[in-house]
């Protein structure tokens, strides 16, 4: 099969682009540093690759990838990275499972669901998930108490990820990172998890990070100045033209729109145009050049995690010439809830 062949949207993964972004970020924090979190992809073909490049615990934010990924045999060490009410699918699995608890609640449902062991998730100032960093400790006695391994603390600094300053970025990181370990001197456990893509070059206070976008990256985290390369894109075709008519300047119409692109980062890019805005299943943007039906365009989502959720597989090429190869294509097999 040939990129030509390929029914459009259709996400498109470079494959030198993810080897350069896996191997640089190996090379930055290797084996167990890294806990590659796999909700960016949600592709256990992309997780093997990270595992095969010495990542063998990974991150996760639902049930469902906790179980895809073990069973793909992915299961040595996972971690949901997450609060779950109802654990029970998680406790029978044939793999290491560790959850994050922050309330009574959460570790009730870790103790009747069957998990052995937790890390305590404290809110370093992200209002999202995470218990007062004072009151970790208590909650790590309560899980001990209850049975349960207390593996150490995890707190996620995710309003940091795209501060355009990356100095700002680094001292708010420190600051968060100093309330996470102020929690972990009281919880105790070996692990000390958090981070992701954006400050996995300054955080160097946890004993692993937690990035993932980095493997396939998006326009939002090259805009922060992330030095990954865009190895995402989606496919699409052109669908309709207008000629520069009346006060209408000329424009161009994509098949991809907000069903096939996640959004909360704003628009797309279009490569060779300006995007005007996106409808459910189409782009309307202004062509640099004359663009006809039927021409291919290659669009750049600007957040790969839900952009990727949207899809059923994603296509391994080396360019996006028509006459390319697709080299494999991969299953999103840990799309749902
Ligand atoms: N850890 C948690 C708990 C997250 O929710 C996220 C992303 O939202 C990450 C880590 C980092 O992901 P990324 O590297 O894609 O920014
Ligand atoms: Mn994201």
């Known amino acids: 099969m040939r990129v030509g062949d390929l029914t459009t949207p259709a996400l498109l993964v470079d494959v030198d682009a993810l080897d350069a972004n896996l191997a640089d970020m190996s090379a930055a924090l290797p084996g167990s540093k890294l806990r590659p979190h796999v909700k960016a992809h949600k592709t256990t073909a992309l997780a093997a690759r990270q595992a095969d490049g010495g990542h063998t615990g990974f991150t996760c934010a639902t049930i469902r990838e906790v179980e895809g990924m073990a069973k793909a045999g992915l299961g040595q060490d996972l971690l949901l990275a997450n609060e779950v009410l109802d654990a029970r699918r998680l406790g029978a699995l044939d793999a290491r499972v560790t959850v994050a608890i922050d309330s009574p609640s959460t570790l009730r449902a870790a103790v009747d669901g069957g998990v052995r062991e937790v890390l305590v998730d404290v809110n370093v100032g992200l209002p999202r998930c995470g218990i007062a960093p004072d009151r970790a400790g208590r909650l790590a006695d309560d899980a001990r108490a209850a049975g349960l391994t207390v593996r150490g603390v995890m707190g996620y600094e995710g309003h940091l990820m795209m501060l355009a300053d990356p100095v700002e970025r680094a ?3 420190e600051e968060c990172m100093g309330r996470l370990l102020a929690a972990h001197a ?19 206070w946890v004993t692993e990070l937690q990035a993932g976008s980095y493997a396939l990256m998006d326009t939002a985290y090259t805009a922060a100045g992330l030095p990954f390369r865009q190895a995402l894109t989606l496919l699409s075709t052109v669908v309709s033209t207008t000629d520069a008519a009346g006060e209408m300047p000329a424009f161009a119409v994509a098949d991809v729109g907000l069903k096939s692109l996640g959004m909360d980062h704003g628009n797309p890019t279009v490569q060779g145009g300006h995007v005007w805005f996106c409808s459910d299943e189409h782009t309307t943007f202004g062509p640099e050049r004359r663009v006809s039906v039927g021409d291919r365009v290659t669009v750049l989502p600007a957040h790969v995690d839900p952009t990727i959720a949207l899809h059923e597989r994603m296509h391994l090429v080396r360019g996006t010439d028509p006459d390319a190869e697709v080299l494999d294509t991969w299953a999103v097999d840990l799309r749902g809830w």
């Open 186 to 204: 009281d919880v105790g456990g070996d692990v000390v998890s958090g981070g992701g893509t954006g400050t996995y070059a300054m955080n160097t």
């Open 171 to 173: 001292r708010l990181t």
